[in-house]
């Protein structure tokens, strides 16, 4: 607990000091080594009521954790991903072993009824602080395709600064990418990054 890593967490263990919980089963003076990772996650998931895993490698620390929780009776969720994706696979795998889908954050609070009664709060509902899904005309499509084409190039771009660059709605951008994915003309990478295959660069 007094060699916070990664060092850019320093603040936000100070703060769980202050208002939280900090539990460690290991002395102080520890040093940070790979094989206390695990045995991290095993208290991470023994406190939890269930855990989502939403991209790991079929070797992760994730998937540990999933083991981990399905030994101490706990709920073990995941989020489909891409099949040729490599952080899809776990909790692709998971789903095939029957962990829980997660397609919204419904799937999770119905599964425990304590929550859901406990989860009645005065604010709107998401759907409602939700921007309606708009109908896009195909000429805006062709612009807002160009302008997202433009903002691409074969070094790995963030999606959010992609949205971000070019002004569009995360609608429209995401809808592009599904587009330039499924034509061959993007590639997808860990950490909600693409890239824009070279030699069709417009």
Same mark, same amino acid.
């Given at each position: 607990?007094d060699?916070?890593?990664p060092? !850019?967490?320093k *603040?936000?263990?100070e %703060? ?10 290991l002395?102080?003076g ?6 206390n990772f695990?045995?991290?996650? =095993?208290i991470i998931s023994?406190?939890s009521k269930g855990?989502?895993?939403?991209? *790991?490698e #079929? &070797?992760? +620390?994730?998937?540990?954790t999933? &083991?981990?929780?399905k030994?101490?009776?706990r709920h073990?969720? *995941?989020?489909? +991903?891409?099949p #040729?994706e490599p =952080?899809? %696979? +776990?909790?692709?795998?998971l789903l ?6 997660? %397609?919204?954050?419904?799937d ?6 304590d929550?859901? &009664? ?5 604010e709107?509902a998401?759907e409602?602080?939700?921007e309606?899904?708009?109908i896009?005309?195909?000429?805006d499509?062709a612009k807002? =395709?160009k ?7 074969p !070094?790995?771009?963030?999606i959010?600064?992609?949205i +971000? ?5 995360a609608?429209l ?7 330039? !994915?499924?034509a061959g003309?993007?590639? =997808?990478?860990?950490?909600n990054r693409?890239?824009? #295959?070279?030699?069709?660069? %417009?």
């Amino acid at each position: 607990m007094d060699d916070v890593y990664p060092k !850019e967490n320093k *603040a936000l263990c100070e %703060e769980l000091f202050m208002r939280g919980c900090v539990i460690s089963e290991l002395p102080f003076g520890s040093p940070i080594a790979p094989q206390n990772f695990p045995r991290r996650n =095993r208290i991470i998931s023994g406190l939890s009521k269930g855990i989502v895993v939403i991209e *790991a490698e #079929l &070797r992760s +620390g994730s998937l540990i954790t999933a &083991r981990l929780a399905k030994e101490q009776n706990r709920h073990v969720f *995941a989020v489909p +991903g891409f099949p #040729l994706e490599p =952080r899809s %696979e +776990g909790p692709n795998r998971l789903l095939k072993n029957g962990a829980g889908l997660v %397609e919204k954050a419904d799937d999770i609070i119905d599964t425990f009824d304590d929550l859901t &009664r406990s989860f009645q709060m005065e604010e709107p509902a998401f759907e409602q602080i939700m921007e309606p899904y708009a109908i896009i005309s195909e000429s805006d499509l062709a612009k807002a =395709r160009k302008i997202v084409i433009e903002n691409l190039s074969p !070094e790995t771009t963030g999606i959010n600064d992609l949205i +971000g660059g070019t002004g569009l709605s995360a609608q429209l951008v995401n809808i592009i990418l599904v587009e330039l !994915e499924l034509a061959g003309r993007i590639e =997808r990478f860990p950490g909600n990054r693409v890239s824009l #295959l070279a030699q069709i660069k %417009e």
